[in-house]
């Protein structure tokens, strides 16, 4: 198996935007080819994700769309659909590719557009992701799933609604450095407890937002790494699933797939938690990045909110994670989020974040799920 | 032998009726809610299908307050997890209970949720 290495990323502001999900994926995209170096006609293939362009949008075969909006037509394109994990799902298959010796240029990336649909649209559009007869039926939304996952860490484990309050101040600390970040404003944690019920117990500020967005990188082969400078070496990804429905899990505290796929990942870089100095994990909710870092390795298990508590996890903490703000004060445009993530962790460890850089990062993970905790990605990346 | 032992359809046609119905695997005994076609700890397709009370207590619960466009106007409302006395878990409505009494541990009742030709599956006081 050849080694593979990001050397271009590119990513749209976050927020709302008037354009389609396409035209914001090929802006994303032009901006990754140009941190790399290579033109267009370089791109080998394009794996992408979107979700719910089919509702959003009235959009089905998104992949080649966007190839052709961006220029490359006739490059080999497949698009993923992993709920949140899309993109990310998108990046294994694209390590593969080049690590098999396929191709030695391939882009990767997605995109989502939402905020053109009502509130209560997409709330109902999020939650295909979960399972049609059992799930939505009974009107369950994916607030409702992180805060039965909650409700669950809580009693398990003591976890404290004030405790999820410091995971959205901290990431929107981070998001205030972020010029990308949809939020770039700072909150306090009484803002975050005063903030109305979306789902017992998750508020409004446990929430990420609807985002509109996209993002890309750029995947080569370790022959044409070497001839950059700034390369960052993909160390290992691997995936991991889990029951799709919520009533056949063992254990709501916990989300296994997490754990598989963290374990596989570490196996494949020889790495351990021990070993990262920055991560990007997947805060949809605040209780999904508490659950996350015990799920990593990075804390023990049920002691996730007490490291959000202590800072533990901030910029200047032991263990730095959403540097860029998450997808809570980033934003979430769920096809874009795994290839954002990746974005963040790149520029950290080129040593290119500005204000928020963890200094000294040499080893970056991200970490992406996708719909009832039944899909999750980790990535391991490092630099020379 | 080849054709499913509960579809969906079926579970919910003895939903409508009140009765709950369960598959245990006939090789291990693990128990489970139906469809499935392999058991998923022992990979073995022994099912048996098998009645369950009904009768349970709260795993974990929620109080949407932000519905889905086709929930909107039911809006608030609960929704859990409730652990069956035989050991499996099943997801549902929470009815004609207070909102605010809600907590794990507390003791439920299924009830099948009928509107026009669609059941869900809910909980009631025990």
Redesign the interface.
């Known amino acids: 198996m050849r080694r593979a290495a990001v050397i271009g990323v590119g990513v749209t502001k976050f927020g709302k935007h008037d354009r389609t999900s396409a035209e914001l994926f090929a802006e994303a995209a032009r901006d990754a080819l140009a941190d790399a170096e290579l033109p267009p006609s370089a791109v080998q293939a394009l794996y992408y994700g979107n979700v719910v362009g089919g509702e959003t949008e009235k959009q089905l075969h998104t992949g080649p769309q966007a190839a052709s909006v961006l220029g490359i037509p006739t490059v080999p394109t497949t698009r993923f659909e992993a709920a949140c994990a899309s993109s990310h799902a998108a990046f294994r298959h694209a390590v593969m590719e080049v690590a098999a010796g396929l191709s030695d240029v391939v882009l990767v990336g997605g995109a989502e557009r939402v905020l053109n649909v009502s509130t209560a649209e997409a709330t109902e559009y999020f939650a295909y992701a979960s399972d049609a007869v059992w799930e939505q039926s009974v009107g369950l939304t994916f607030p409702g799933v992180f805060a039965l996952i909650a409700r669950a860490h809580m009693t398990k484990h003591g976890t404290t609604e004030e405790q999820m309050a410091h995971v959205a101040v901290k990431n929107h600390r981070h998001g205030a450095l972020n010029p990308k970040a949809q939020f770039q404003k700072e909150i306090t944690l009484e803002e975050v407890l005063a903030s109305a019920y979306v789902a017992d117990p998750l508020k409004l500020y446990d929430c990420c937002p609807f985002t509109d967005g996209g993002a890309a990188v750029v995947l080569v082969s370790e022959e044409i790494a070497r001839r950059r400078r700034r390369a960052i070496w993909v160390l290992g990804s691997a995936a991991a699933s889990d029951s799709m429905l919520m009533h056949d899990k063992r254990d709501l505290a916990r989300v296994p797939a997490t754990e598989r796929a963290a374990a596989a990942a570490y196996r494949q870089a020889g790495l351990g938690p021990e070993n990262v100095d920055v991560v990007e994990l997947h805060d949809c909710f605040t209780i999904a990045e508490i659950v996350a870092t015990e799920g990593l390795g990075l804390f023990e298990p049920g002691s996730g909110g007490i490291a959000a508590e202590k800072g533990w996890t901030s910029l200047g903490g032991k263990v730095p994670v959403n540097t860029s703000g998450g997808l809570k004060a980033k934003g979430h445009p769920i096809g874009a989020t795994g290839a954002a993530q990746i974005v963040e962790v790149v520029t950290q460890l080129r040593g290119e974040a500005g204000p928020r850089q963890v200094e000294g990062a040499r080893i970056g993970l991200t970490h992406t799920l996708g719909g009832n905790t039944a899909t999750v990605l980790v990535s391991l990346f490092g630099r020379d | 032998m080849t054709e499913p032992l509960i579809t969906?359809k079926n579970f919910?046609e003895r939903a409508r009726d009140g009765a709950l119905t369960g598959v245990r695997c006939g090789k291990c005994g693990a128990l489970?809610?139906p469809p499935k076609e392999f058991c998923?700890s022992c990979h073995q397709r022994a099912w048996e299908p098998v009645a369950l009370s009904g009768q349970g207590t709260i795993?974990?619960?929620?109080?949407?307050?932000?519905?889905?466009?086709?929930?909107?106007a039911?809006?608030p409302?609960a929704?859990?997890?409730v652990k069956l006395k035989e050991g499996?878990?099943?997801?549902?409505?929470i009815v004609d209970m207070p909102l605010d009494k809600l907590q794990?541990g507390l003791p439920v009742k299924f009830r099948p949720?009928v509107s026009k030709d669609?059941t869900?599956?809910?909980f009631g006081p025990a």
């Not at chain 2, 795993?59 to 909107?72: C, E, F, L, N």
């Open positions: 969906l919910f489970a809610i998923e795993a974990s619960y929620t109080i949407i307050r932000v519905a889905p466009a086709r929930h909107a039911e809006a409302y929704v859990a997890v499996v878990s099943l997801l549902g409505r794990v949720l669609q869900t599956v809910g």
